[in-house]
Structure formats: C-alpha cells, structure tokens
C-alpha cells in the first residue's frame, strides 16, 4: 500500500470545480482519490494530477447508491491509506417543477443524501489526530436565497449547511473541521448550461443572458473554478485553524448575509 503525507478524496472531480479543486490541491507528497460517475474525465483529471507530482486514482461511484460509496472509500484507504481531506463537490443541478416529470427526488438524493454518505464514509477513514483532519462541503450561493423552478437545487444545498453545523459540533472534539464553501456563479460547464436556458427563455442571445445574470452582481464578474480552490486550499491550511461549521460564500457580492 502506497502511502503519501496526505490523502485527499474529491468527488465529482471530473470536471468543472471538482476539476479545479484536484488540481489545486496535488502536489509532490500529496495522495488523491478522485470520484464521480464518469471515469473518463476523472482519469484526464488524474493525469494532471500526476503531472504535478500528487499520486492520483479515479473510481468510478454514484453517490447516490450508498454501497458504491463504502465500497469507493475501502478502495481508498487500501490504496492511499487513511484519509485526511474530503471535499465533498458533487451534485447535479438544473430547475425541477411539480409533476410526473418532477426531478426533485433526484436532486435532493444527489446533492444532500449522496453528500451525507461521503462524509460518514471519510469520517469512518479518518487519519488519525491530533493533527486536523477536513470535511468540506461545496454548497451554493441558492443555499443563501431562493430561485423560481429550482426547490429541489435550493432546497438541497440550503439543507447542506445544516448538515456541516450539525456535523461540525459532532466531530469538533476529535478535532475534525467541517465547512462549507457557497459559491455563486463560476465559469463551468453547469452555469453555461443555465444560461443557455435563460437565453431561450429571454429570446436572447448566450452574451445577453450572462450581462442580465452579472446586473445583479456587484462586483459584474463571474468566479473562476480556480478561485473556488484556492478558498478551498486555505480552508484545509493551518491559516484556518479554528475554522469549523462554517459557509464561507464566494459570489463576487451577489449575496451579502
């Protein structure tokens, strides 16, 4: 069994924030187990990792089915050792509506079930202390406000803070720091895809859509992948030392709590 200074877990690393969170965090001495569903974008994410000296191993894994979960972080621990780091970052999002059709179940099964199942998982895998060990969450900026046609997105996220509170008082004595980061827009694969949606519904073009979404943004500008790890990178330093059950919100002033 190969083991590193640091195991880091990712999940929904393939792509996006996931993507951007691996590759922030590998380095020379680094471990990182990387999950989602699709393997392909994991294993290009791995090579990158690789490539900057972290060891990396993609699985393959569902969130929503909960052996597939046990089953991803026993993989992980037999070949990385115990764990030290999760950013628990997938999820799926999109709006949902009452109805046949209605995608709420889903969602709510993904981003708060499927979360809950990788941080029990990690916590089973834990590093040892004294030294901290992190679970930290990626919620969103509509864990904060609330947005026609998307209960279920809302609704999932806004019950993830929930979780990091509870969970953060739950493990504080074994010094385990537990937070969330609450993005608003970034640049991904996902918000293109919203805004293609809004466009349709405005009749307007990709361009027009995005200066309507930034008019409610103060600082007019939307979050790059890489600065949602670098406030991933300094909440699992020693600078953050004292930081749990905390959302920390990264949205350029779209939401000022």
Request: aromatic share 4%; hydrophobic share 45%.
């Amino acid at each position: 069994m190969a083991k590193a200074a640091r195991h880091i877990v990712v999940t929904g690393a393939g792509t996006g924030i996931g993507r951007a969170i691996a590759l922030g965090l590998a380095s020379k001495g680094t471990s990182l187990t990387l999950l989602a569903r699709g393997v392909a974008r994991l294993e290009a994410t791995a090579r990158l990792a690789r490539e900057q000296g972290a060891q990396a191993q993609a699985i393959a894994c569902d969130i929503r089915e909960r052996k597939l979960v046990d089953r991803a972080f026993a993989d992980a621990l037999a070949r990385f050792g115990p764990v030290h780091v999760l950013v628990a970052n997938s999820g799926i999002g999109g709006p949902n509506s009452a109805g046949p059709k209605d995608r709420f179940d889903d969602i709510v099964a993904t981003n708060l079930v499927g979360t809950y199942s990788c941080l029990r998982a990690a916590e089973r895998h834990l590093a040892p202390g004294p030294a901290p060990r992190h679970l930290v969450v990626i919620a969103s900026i509509l864990a904060r406000i609330g947005v026609a046609n998307y209960t279920g997105y809302c609704a999932s996220k806004t019950a993830l803070l929930g979780l990091v509170r509870a969970l953060a008082a739950e493990l504080a004595p074994a010094n385990v720091q537990v937070n969330a980061v609450c993005p608003g827009w970034v640049n991904t694969e996902m918000a293109r895809t919203g805004l293609d949606g809004f466009a349709r519904a405005m009749n307007a073009s990709y361009e027009r859509a995005l200066e309507v979404a930034m008019e409610s943004v103060p600082l007019k500008r939307m979050s790059e992948p890489e600065d949602v790890a670098g406030l991933v990178r300094w909440l699992i330093s020693k600078d953050a030392r004292g930081v749990t059950g905390q959302a920390l919100d990264m949205n350029n002033g779209a939401w000022m709590g």
